[in-house]
């Protein structure tokens, strides 16, 4: 049985593709995915099993972030295959129980996903069988308020993930899109975007000439400023 589970071939959803729909209980009630949160970005992200020390660290942080994220429109949605019952003792005892860098008395309030039966850690391709074939990996994903997956970031069972780094990318994401550019490496708000590559020579040759506002290391890469003030401002207006 274990073999065939890890000779099972795993469908794994692309960048820019429509995100797998699916109807699931969860800690907050029933949720019909993506469609119930159509207009807003979503994280949805798994993790392997409750009652786990590295989950349990993600999720008070993730909740401690929860503000932080609403105010990007962003909601979050977590899942693991566990049952519900599972999920509401664990998130109960991380309440009361647990303290952690100064978090404690968190409460999750987002929604935690049954999956006992695995068919939507499936359709995401959460379960890596070669990891785990009965726990999801530490999965996450992007998605657009049209549906659209934008973003996918994989870590293995071991590694807690880099909340700063979440937060950044969905920041970076909306800057793409409301401003048409490119972050670079390393990229936060208020540091120079890079403007995408000159479409004609014409283009190319005003760059060069700096008749338009921006820096041109080359013709084909390009910066310019735009300040935290405006990039946050289109962000929390999206609400």
Not at 31 to 40: A, E, H, K, L, R
Not at 128 to 150: L, Y
Not at 203 to 225: I, L, Q, S, V
Request: charged share 25%.
């Amino acid at each position: 049985m274990e073999e065939t589970i890890k000779n099972e071939v795993i469908s794994m959803p692309r960048i820019g593709d429509k995100a797998p729909s699916f109807k699931a209980n969860t800690t907050q009630g029933e949720i019909n995915f993506p469609q119930d949160y159509s207009g807003n970005w979503v994280i949805l992200f798994s993790h392997p099993a409750d009652f786990t020390p590295v989950c349990t660290s993600e999720f008070m942080t993730f909740a401690t972030m929860e503000k932080q994220f609403e105010e990007a429109n962003c909601k979050l949605v977590g899942l693991s295959v566990d049952g519900l019952y599972s999920h509401i003792a664990w998130l109960r005892t991380i309440k009361e129980k647990i303290e952690y860098k100064g978090m404690k008395n968190v409460e999750v309030n987002f929604p935690l996903i049954e999956d006992i039966t695995m068919n939507v850690a499936k359709k995401y391709g959460m379960i890596q069988p070669n990891e785990d074939s009965t726990k999801a990996v530490r999965a996450v994903f992007f998605i657009d308020p049209k549906g659209i997956i934008r973003t996918i970031i994989y870590y293995p069972l071991s590694l807690g993930r880099n909340f700063d780094e979440l937060y950044r990318v969905l920041i970076a994401l909306q800057t793409a899109d409301e401003f048409n550019v490119a972050t670079p490496a390393d990229w936060r708000p208020g540091e120079d975007v890079i403007v995408p590559p000159a479409g004609s020579c014409g283009t190319a040759k005003d760059r060069m000439e700096g008749k338009e506002e921006m820096y041109c290391h080359d013709w084909f890469f390009c910066t310019k400023p735009i300040a935290k003030e405006k990039v946050m401002e289109k962000v929390l207006k999206q609400k």
